[in-house]
Every structure is written in C-alpha cells, then in structure tokens.
C-alpha cells in the first residue's frame, strides 16, 4: 500500500521568509515530525530552524498518534494509525514517507480462550526505539495498556514480557473505563542507554514499572507519588504517571508529569520526590508533557494546565506558558514570551511537547487546537511554525545529517 | 464471488470490487487478506469479533455470523456504518 497523498509548503515563521541560498550551510537540520487526530505532517527546519517547510498530510483522515523517525538508522519512520471505523495498524516508510507499507501484524493481543473475554488494540499510542545496540528493535504501547516488541523495524510485533496477560497487572491497568476520556494507555517506555536490559514504562492508570533483565520480572516504582483525594496510594490502579522522561545525560535521574503533580527520582532510590511544589500557587503542577534536557540533567520543562473542579484541560486562565527548572525543579521560571497572553484556551498532550539536541537546545510542542510552536532558544522566545492543523497528539524531532 | 469494498479499504484493494473466494463469510475475509495483506485486522479485531463500525451484507441482507455459508452467485457488500460525525 503506497501513502496517501501529501503537499510540501513553504513556511515562514516571525515574519522571515526562508532565503536557501543566503545562509552558510550547518551540519545538520531538525526535523519535527506531528501526529494529529487527522494525519501526519513533517517539519523540516533550516539549518538555524528559523524557517521550516512542511510536507504533509500523510494518511488525511487517519488518526496519527505517534510518527517517528528511528535514530540509529536515520531512515526508518513508523506511523502509529487507525481510523474512526477501521482497526489500528502501523505504517512504514524506509524512504523518509514517500511510500509506506502496512506492518504484517500490528500489536494485537492474544486470543482469548473459549468462553473468555479478551483484550482488543484500540490503537498504538507510543513507540520507542530500543537500545542504540539492538537495531531493528521497537516497543509499542497500546491503548488499553499493552506492551509490544518487535525485532524486525516495526513489521512484525509481538507481546513483550507477560505482563499483558499477567492477573496482576491485568488489575492494576483496571478496566477500559478507568483510564483516560480515550482510552487507558500504556506509554513512556524508557530504554537506559547503559543496558538493554533495563527499561521504564508508566501506564495511566497503573503506576510506573522497572525491568532490570529484559521483562522477565518487574518492579513498581510508585513510591512518594500522590493519587486523587480520598484513593489510597497503596492500591496500585490508583496511580496515573501522564509522562515520564529519562535524562539522556543522567539515565538515573527520571522526571515525571503525574496526574497528581510534577516529580523527580534519583536511582538507585525508588522514592519519587514532588519538585512540583515549587510551582506558582495559581498555576499549580498538573498538566501532561515532560521534556528534558539533552545534555543537563538540572533542566526540564513542563506545560501546565487546568486540572482543577470538571479538569477544563485548557491552559490556567487561559495564558498558555512552559515552565523550566534549571535546578533540577528547586526552582521554575514561566517562559511565555511569543504565546498568546490571553484567550489562549487550549493544552498540550503528553506526547506533543519534545526537545531537539541542538546547542541552545530548540522546544517545539503541538496544541489541542493545532498550532505548532517552536522556541529556538530554550523556552526565552517562542515562534509559531503552523496553525489550523488538526488536533495534535503527539510532536517528535530527529536530527537529520 | 464478488465482493463489494467501501471507499475506506480502497487503498489496499485499488478496486471498487473484487473477486475472492469462501464457502463462508470468514473464508471469504481470510482469503481477501491473502490478496490483500492486513484488510481483515482493519474489519475484525483480534478476538474474530467485527469492529464496531464495520457492517457485512450478503445480497442486501445484514449478516453477523461469520460461519454464514455463501453460494457462488452471492454478493457481499462491506460497508462502513454511518457513524460518527
């Protein structure tokens, strides 16, 4: 099956109109990659990501919930799809999306025995590469929570560990209507660069896990987490990690964006602690995304949003911000110049905000009304790369040499 | 057997219609799948129930029962049901 039809623009962003052959090539640009509730664009920026074309709508009218480029190959993409009438699958592009492929077997849970009731894939909500050392290797979140592998670039997958059938688990993920307004998910599957071995996923609802030897056995990681009023902390279905991130430059050191405020954990301890009371009173510590930084471990960013009486899921008092710590959440700075400074009533989703590896670092995230927007200086200034998009789920970066 | 595709699994068939063969509706679905690799998931999930909003005729008459034994001069209509918004 080849792709669905997509147009390349050119864009223009603060006001400056892209001139290719004025600027002194750099070594590398970035390009952004956008899942939406109705297909899949890619950003790519010049090389001072001041400008950026757009080349898309790949798969119009699927919804996308992730689309990824894999960073040991350069060249893999994987598109995480369904639509509103036909089941999920995953495409593949090996030419930077000018063609995808079906996967031959997307994830898909096992049948149930006669008489029993079984589990259906709504759709893939996350992807994670593996290990740098284990090339060709995927994991794959679902909704309802689901763990997936695979081990030749995303044709075929297969459950990964037991926990998709494992009573235990099967309780802490709780039943569909537990979980988030579209569906429970599995996501923030963290691979420690050191050991392959040794990976993180967090389920909302469900709580945070640990392998140390590759999924045959499993440990929760929910110590010094809050749940909701009234819930006991010790019932594991209670706890609802939104995004948890791994520090590139510190693989022991996580940040998470939970239900129930911002945390961070230092390994070897297993107890989170809430840097997210040093947050503005009037802003609180709820929202979705977390970011880290590439190279310091000190700096991370969140977005908060109004998660207080019915949760409106919009910006508090409708002034959209990202807020940094750079003392590893001792201290946060509003950084808000460029957004909206009133009227700004929409979010960003655990999966639409993300940093490239660029020095200063570039922020980008994606709005629940389907603007785009890019900071090329670590949050200082903000400038918008695309309105009118559809919804936006999730925004991911690669470098492209 | 001639089998109707909605306009939603056109990209994998190019066709508006298509032959396949089956003495049932399943065998008919599975053997669709040979010709068109990954049709069936996107119609019938991994338990071989029909996805919500998918809707199997056989010569204008709604069908469920996948085990429906079919005759060579049936036509099958797959239909995407009016739903959503």
């Known amino acids: ?401 | 057997m001639k089998v109707l595709i909605p306009s939603p699994l056109r990209p994998y068939t190019q066709q508006r219609e298509v032959d396949a063969k089956g003495a049932t509706l399943g065998e008919i679905l599975e053997d669709l799948d040979r010709a068109f690799p990954g049709i069936r998931f996107r119609m019938i999930d991994e338990q071989d129930h029909v996805r919500p909003h998918m809707r199997f005729f056989i010569n204008g008459e709604q069908v469920f029962d996948m085990d429906r034994a079919l005759r060579p001069s049936d036509e099958i209509q797959i239909v995407q049901a009016l739903s959503g918004g």
Not at chain 1, 202 to 219: C, F, L, P, R, Y
Not at chain 1, 283 to 308: I, Q, S, Y
Not at chain 1, 334 to 339: A, P, V
Not at chain 1, 352 to 373: C, H, I, N, Q, R
Request: proline share 7%.
């Open chain 1, 1 to 401: 099956m080849t792709g669905p039809t997509k147009k390349t623009a050119l864009l223009k962003t603060s006001g400056t109109i892209a001139k290719k052959s004025a600027r002194k090539a750099a070594p590398s640009r970035v390009a952004v990659f956008v899942a939406t509730r109705k297909g899949a664009w890619i950003f790519k920026g010049d090389p001072t990501r001041k400008t950026w074309s757009a080349d898309g709508p790949h798969f119009l009218g699927h919804i996308i919930s992730q689309i990824m480029l894999d960073p040991r190959d350069g060249k893999t993409l994987l598109a995480a799809a369904k639509t509103g009438h036909l089941g999920p699958t995953i495409f593949r592009s090996t030419d930077f999306g000018k063609t995808w492929k079906e996967a031959g077997r997307p994830p898909a849970f096992a049948k149930a025995k006669d008489g029993k009731r079984g589990r259906v894939v709504d759709h893939t909500f996350w992807l994670t590469p593996a290990h740098a050392n284990e090339p060709n290797v995927w994991h794959a979140g679902t909704s309802p929570q689901g763990l997936f592998r695979s081990e030749d670039g995303g044709v075929t997958w297969d459950a990964f560990s037991t926990i998709n059938d494992d009573p235990t688990y099967r309780e802490w993920m709780g039943a569909e209507q537990d979980g988030t307004p579209d569906g429970p998910k599995m996501h923030s599957i963290l691979i420690d660069p050191r050991d392959p071995k040794h990976l993180y996923f967090a389920m909302s609802s469900g709580g945070v896990h640990e392998t140390k030897n590759g999924g045959q056995s499993w440990d929760v990681l929910v110590d010094g987490l809050e749940v909701v009023d009234g819930f006991d902390a010790n019932t594991i279905t209670f706890h609802d990690p939104h995004c948890v991130r791994m520090c590139p430059s510190n693989p022991d050191r996580l940040y998470q964006q939970n239900h129930c405020g911002i945390y961070r954990l230092d390994r070897p301890s297993t107890k989170w602690i809430r840097v997210g009371r040093k947050m503005p009173k009037r802003v609180g510590d709820v929202g979705f995304p977390m970011v880290v930084h590439p190279r310091d471990d000190k700096t991370a960013w969140v977005f908060p949003m109004d998660g207080t009486t019915v949760w409106p899921r919009t910006s508090p008092d409708g002034k959209p911000a990202v807020y940094a710590t750079r003392d590893g959440g001792a201290h946060w700075e509003r950084q808000d110049k460029g957004l909206p400074q009133a009227q700004g009533w929409w979010t960003v989703k655990r999966q639409a905000m993300t940093a490239d590896a660029k020095d200063p670092v570039g922020l980008y995230f994606g709005t629940t009304s389907g603007e785009l927007w890019a900071s090329r200086d670590e949050g200082k200034r903000w400038s918008n790369i695309a309105r009118h998009l559809p919804e936006i789920y999730a925004v991911d970066t690669a470098d492209l040499k």
